[in-house]
T-cell receptor, first 115, second 115 residues
């Protein structure tokens, strides 16, 4: 079974600075997708960024980018120019490419943004 | 375009009782997945419904059951409630089993407290 590990329960960043959230996963599959979701106090999961395992290029969405290291099974999220609205719980998630009808989530990282 | 709507937002039940949670999928989505998120943890996959049939189930006992209706809305039923069932229940809709095209849209969840 696939597992996702987020080793940082909590992180803090100063407004306008850069922060990196870590995620590692375990799988024997070669075809899969990785995601970062944001969960603010409103509780709704919001997709931040997604990476297909077959793509070598790291995904980027505006201030958000990932460092995808397939051999190391690592998938970190970098947030540049942090804003107060970035404060939330962030979850790393995995989905199998071939059999995937579900997301496997990590335990999450609370991100605090200081003004 | 409406998002995913879940009802009720909060619920308090007594141990041993039964509960029904409801989810209206996003317009155009035909698949609904349910997740349980215990406090301080990542969401855990309960099951998925596609074309009114269960398509995949996580490690949850049979007292967790569901339905999907012709309009793609869904219900999650939990019988014989236990204290450990206290959690945030999230519904996610998608177009297709794996959300290939547009990913998953999550609702804001139902907070269930069992006393």
């Amino acid at each position: 079974a696939q597992t996702v590990t987020q080793s940082q329960p909590e992180m803090s960043v100063q407004e306008a600075e850069t922060v990196t959230l870590s995620c590692t996963y375990d799988t024997s599959e070669s075809d899969y997708y990785l995601f970062w979701y944001k969960q603010p106090p409103s509780r709704q999961m919001i997709l931040v960024i997604r990476q297909e395992a077959y793509k070598q290029q790291n995904a980027t969405e505006n201030r958000f980018s990932v460092n995808f290291q397939k051999a190391a099974k690592s998938f970190s999220l970098k947030i540049s120019d942090s804003q107060l609205g970035d404060a939330a719980m962030y979850f790393c998630a995995y989905r199998s490419g071939q059999y995937g009808n579900k997301l496997v989530f990590g335990a999450g990282t609370i991100l605090r943004v200081k003004s | 375009e409406t998002g995913v709507t879940q009802s009720p937002t909060h619920l308090i039940k007594t141990r041993g009782q039964q509960v029904t949670l409801r989810c209206s999928s996003q317009s155009g989505h035909n698949t609904v997945s349910w997740y349980q998120q215990a406090l301080g943890q990542g969401p855990q996959f309960i099951f998925q419904y596609y074309r009114e049939e269960e398509n995949g189930r996580g490690n949850f006992p049979p007292r967790f059951s569901g339905l999907q209706f012709p309009n793609y809305s869904s219900e999650l039923n939990v019988n014989a409630l236990e204290l450990d069932d206290s959690a945030l229940y999230l519904c996610a809709s998608s177009l297709g089993l794996r959300g290939e095209n547009y990913g998953y849209t999550f609702g804001s969840g139902t907070r269930l407290t069992v006393v």
